[in-house]
Nanobody, 121 residues
Framework: QVQLVESGGGLVQPGGSLRLSCAASGSIFSANAMGWYRQAPEKQRELVAIIHKGVGTNYADSVKGRFTISKDNAKNMVYLQMNSLKPEDTAVYSC???????????????WGQGTQVTVSS
């Protein structure tokens, strides 16, 4: 079974930056959608940023101009560069990929376990 492992979260002051990484244990080359979601305490999970293959990227209005999603197919990695962080960005951030190739075929709708991002002075 494919695993997605996030890293790069932590505690940062307002205005600071973090880069989240998501490592897939299979190939992401043929994925159609790769994204980052977040969930703050007592709030619903929300889309932060997503890459649609052949289409482009979409961002939540609250992070436009501050966050950048990218991928490296050769390394099977998805990244989220977060700049100008605000306290309201505090949440658990999870990686999502719609399909990942494995030796046995495909895994669909794969989620990582999440990484905590806390923005506080």
């Amino acid at each position: 079974q494919v695993q997605l492992v996030e890293s790069g979260g932590g505690l940062v002051q307002p205005g600071g930056s973090l880069r989240l990484s998501c490592a897939a244990s299979g190939s992401i080359f043929s994925a159609n959608a790769m994204g980052w979601y977040r969930q703050a305490p007592e709030k619903q999970r929300e889309l932060v940023a997503i890459i649609h293959k052949g289409v482009g990227t979409n961002y939540a209005d609250s992070v436009k101009g501050r966050f950048t999603i990218s991928k490296d197919n050769a390394k099977n990695m998805v990244y989220l560069q977060m700049n100008s962080l605000k306290p309201e960005d505090t949440a658990v951030y999870s990686c999502y990929i719609d399909r990942v190739a494995t030796q046995g075929g495909w895994d669909y709708n794969v989620w990582g376990q999440g990484t905590q991002v806390t923005v506080s002075s």
